[in-house]
């Protein structure tokens, strides 16, 4: 304790420069892409600039960049201030939008896989949770969209060219359709076991992926996550299972 | 942007906040005020022909000297200051130097604290003609 007061002073500036780190990193991301890396470039030369001429008493030169600095915070909240208004809209609905996206994309996906699944259509959707899943999944085609009902049924339809094959949500979009899984080696399951839940058990063993299988023969759901299945869900009943499985950092 | 590409600016961005914040906190911490003690030669010019040291003024003055740390910094790296004892005006007997460190050239942003000795005495005599 009493060592603990002596550093005081030390702890005081690591914590003082650690906060000022914070601070401006969480600033910079107000600005978005290369530009922030700009930002922060000059504003490290300025204050090197400011360190060096005081240093060397370099009287007019530091008036200049004393100058530079000073009105800096006001020359950027003028250049940045669609990007500012931006950011707080962003920061005071950050928390409502991520569940609002979670709670979309399920809804949406809920809603399509019951609807195709009425219909007797066959879908497989794969959501990518902590382990990517590009790696196992052979050809498919891209597509990066908004995951809505109306796409994932239309992707599903028998006159699609993409209808084969799994359909691909990472990070809360649509990035990918017709993709072939891996099928299951698994020596036990039943033989009976269709190629769609087949094919997701196979993706299921190897990675962390929740995988939901609409089936064309008898118009269920299934859900399958870690070389596990889970039939005859009703709408309400995956929704509640996806929310519990699916957290919203894999889905932003 | 792609994933890695999204990282190493991720990455990027934190290290130049890093940078800038330790810059800031530098600039501040060099801004803070501390004391210096320095050693200042003292020397002896413009004795009058014809006129000699009886006793000398001491060899050095110690100063405490207080300011920004990046002006005492400057002062430490940088050259010396000397005291200047001028005789040029002085004829033979004792002269008395008081509050020597206003003879002292220094930054004007630091301040004296304190002097030793803080005054002293020069004694001139007639050399002896043989």
């Known amino acids: ?252 | 942007m792609s994933r890695s590409g999204k990282e190493s600016h991720t990455l990027l961005v934190r290290a130049l906040s890093v940078v800038l914040a330790f810059l800031l906190w530098f600039s501040l911490v060099l801004e803070r005020h501390d004391e210096l003690s320095l050693t200042v030669p003292v020397q002896v010019e413009g004795i009058a022909p014809g006129l000699t040291l009886g006793s000398p003024p001491p060899k050095t003055l110690e100063m405490k000297v207080s300011g920004p740390r990046i002006v005492l910094l400057r002062a430490r790296l940088g050259e010396a200051p000397v005291y200047r004892v001028d005789l040029s005006r002085s004829g033979a007997g004792v002269t008395t130097f008081a509050a020597p460190e206003r003879l002292v050239k220094l930054d004007p942003e630091l301040t004296v604290e304190t002097v030793f000795p803080g005054s002293f005495s020069v004694t001139l005599q007639t050399q002896a003609t043989k």
């Open chain 1, 1 to 252: 304790m009493t060592e603990l007061l002596q550093n005081r002073g030390l702890l005081q500036d690591l914590l003082d420069l650690a906060l000022t780190a914070f601070v401006v990193y969480r600033l910079s991301r107000l600005v978005k892409g290369v530009m922030a890396q700009r930002i922060l470039g000059v504003l490290c030369l300025l204050f090197l600039g400011h360190l060096l001429t005081r240093f060397f008493a370099l009287s007019a030169a530091r008036l200049l960049i004393d100058a530079l600095l000073a009105s800096s915070v006001v020359v950027l909240a003028v250049i940045f201030q669609t990007d500012i208004r931006r950011a707080f809209t962003v920061l005071t609905r950050h928390q409502h939008e991520k569940n609002e996206t979670m709670s979309d994309v399920i809804d949406e996906l809920v809603f399509a896989v019951a609807s195709l699944a009425q219909k007797r259509i066959g879908a497989l959707i794969v959501i990518e949770r902590s382990i990517p899943v590009d790696t196992y999944l052979a050809v498919g085609t891209d597509i990066d969209a908004k995951v809505t009902s109306e796409l994932i049924s239309s992707i599903f339809l028998p006159y699609s060219p993409i209808h084969d094959g799994a359909v691909i949500i990472q990070r809360g979009k649509l990035t990918k359709a017709g993709c072939f899984l891996p099928l299951t080696q698994n020596p036990e399951v039943n033989k009976n076991l269709g190629t769609r839940h087949r094919a997701a058990l196979g993706l299921s063993e190897l990675v962390d992926a929740v995988v939901v299988v609409a089936s064309e023969e008898s118009g269920t759901v299934s859900l399958v996550v870690g070389g596990k299945k889970t039939d005859n869900l009703d709408p309400p009943a995956l929704g509640k299972l996806l929310r519990r499985l699916v957290e919203p950092r894999w889905l932003k």
